[in-house]
Each structure stands twice: as C-alpha cells, then as structure tokens.
C-alpha cells in the first residue's frame, strides 16, 4: 500500500555531514530518513524555501522540459529499500499514456517539489527503514561517534580548557 507524503525537513547527519531528507505522512505518524547527497539536498531546499536562481538549476530545467513537452508528472512512489539503497519511480503522462522513469529518491523528490506533485512510499520501506537497514547503519554510526569521541579527548590539552584549568 503506498502512503502520501510530505518533505517534513531537511537535516545533516552529525557523525558523517550526510543531508537526510525526512519525510512524514499526513497524520506525521510514520516518518522515513533517507540519506541523500548535498547538490540534490541543496535542490529540495531552494524549493522548500522557494529560493529562485537567474538560470535554471538542473531540478528546475527538466520540469521546464517536461512542461514544453506537454509531459505531466503525476506522481513520485519511493517503491523498494535494498541495500541501505532507496528505490524511486516518476511517474508521468504524456497524451494519455502513463510512463515510468527510475529514479533516485532525492532527484524525485526535488522534481515532485517543483511539479507540485504527491510523494509516496510504499508502506513496505517504511517497515523495512525501521528494522535491519539502518539498525546497521545506526550502530556504525554509533561507533564511529564514540571513536571520534575517544580520539577528541585523547588529544585534548590544558590550553584548549581555556581559563579553566586542570
């Protein structure tokens, strides 16, 4: 079953500097990270925050396209999670036919943003998202924050304590 969806935000995840773009369904009870890069990151902010450019960004241009060529996006579905890896569709109509494009989950999203059209995911990536995937990727990141931890304090000195001294 899929579930409509909207971008509830943008964050950075702390340990590796990696935009996450969260999404949240209406009631904002299921929500779903999903890592993304920084150029697509930057995309769906400069929509989000209606940010314009003198020239077209690369968002910006292929739904310029899609308009000129009396293409409709319909809809977004993020459909699969393999890997740690998000899988996403668009969807689109063109003189009555349905069409399908693969996709990157943040180059959809940032596309949706801009056509105006629904995201949804699949309620089988948000029970997946919860369970094994990211259990891993949260543990890793656990360990790496608790060695970059060790690392800072063992190379701490008296002079970066300032006035309070040891």
Do not use: C, Q
Request: hydrophobic letters at 45%; charged letters at 30%; proline letters at 4%.
């Amino acid at each position: 079953m899929l579930i409509k969806m909207k971008v509830a935000g943008l964050t950075i995840d702390p340990l590796t500097n990696t935009p996450i773009v969260i999404l949240k369904d209406a009631e904002e009870k299921k929500a779903i990270p999903i890592w993304i890069g920084l150029f697509e990151a930057s995309a769906i902010a400069t929509e989000l925050e209606k940010i314009t450019f003198s020239r077209p960004m690369t968002h910006d241009l292929i739904n310029d396209i899609l308009k000129i060529i009396n293409i409709e996006i319909i809809k977004i579905e993020i459909h699969d999670l393999r890997n740690n890896t998000f899988f996403a569709n668009i969807h689109l109509l063109k003189e009555g036919k349905s069409l399908v494009v693969d996709s990157r989950p943040s180059d959809a999203i940032a596309i949706a943003l801009r056509a105006g059209a629904p995201i949804f995911v699949d309620e089988k990536v948000i029970e997946k998202s919860r369970n094994v995937d990211f259990g891993k990727k949260i543990t890793e990141l656990d360990k790496m924050k608790d060695e970059k931890l060790k690392e800072f304090l063992e190379n701490l000195s008296p002079e970066d304590f300032g006035k309070y001294k040891m």
